[in-house]
T-cell receptor, first 112, second 113 residues
């Protein structure tokens, strides 16, 4: 079955550590996205990529980095510069940008 | 600044009755709107969309209404079923120039059997 796989489901990070969240899709979609969800807030866009080897910052990119070396993969690195990383992270993809997105089941990141 | 707002954090409805979820937006340039449904521990699932050239779009039990002058859209579910209990997010974008959807904060719907 086609879909988006995010791993791991739960992730713990120590202060000062970088951590990478995985997102893989087998839908052959060109566009991929990373969102962050905090309690009482909507989904906020961190980064998006419309095509391989290209990505753009969203509204809250500070403290995060991404890569898009393969069409199927869009990993998100939460760096030590992100001062409040505890959140629920969602990865999504769409055939092209501005079409309805398919979401993964998310990764919950917590700070130890 | 929140460009898409869902002012009701929660809603409870009896099974079989109509559920009406509301969403307001501030950017008059938005021209494409979507509703997503999210169960706990899962990602959102696309439900229904509407373009600004329409004022209504229907898909089975789900109908979305768009009032451009009021910058308001609503999702009607009729009849409501217990399986509809979930968090519903609305989202909006500018199709031609935007690459970004702006999401509301969500409304948690509980359908009481």
């Amino acid at each position: 079955d086609g879909g988006i796989t995010q791993s791991p489901k739960y992730l713990f990070r120590k202060e000062g550590q970088n951590v990478t969240l995985s997102c893989e899709q087998n839908l052959n979609h060109d566009a991929m996205y990373w969102y962050r969800q905090d309690p009482g807030q909507g989904l906020r866009l961190i980064y998006y990529s419309q095509i391989v080897n290209d990505f753009q910052k969203g509204d809250i990119a500070e403290g995060y980095s991404v890569s898009r070396e393969k069409k199927e993969s869009f990993p998100l690195t939460v760096t030590s510069a992100q001062k409040n990383p505890t959140a629920f992270y969602l990865c999504a993809s769409s055939p092209v940008s501005n079409q309805p997105q398919h979401f993964g089941d998310g990764t919950r990141l917590s700070i130890l | 600044d929140q460009q898409v707002k869902q002012n009701s954090p929660s809603l409870s409805v009896q099974e079989g009755r109509i559920s009406i979820l509301n969403c307001d937006y501030t950017n008059s340039m938005f021209d494409y709107f979507l509703w997503y449904k999210k169960y706990p521990a899962e990602g959102p699932t696309f439900l229904i969309s509407i373009s600004s050239i329409k004022d209504k779009n229907e898909d089975g039990r789900f109908t979305v209404f768009l009032n451009k002058s009021a910058k308001h859209l609503s999702l009607h579910i009729v009849p409501s079923q217990p399986g509809d209990s979930a968090v519903y997010f609305c989202a909006a974008t500018r199709v031609l120039i935007g690459n970004q959807f702006y999401f509301g904060t969500g409304t948690s719907l509980t359908v009481i059997p």
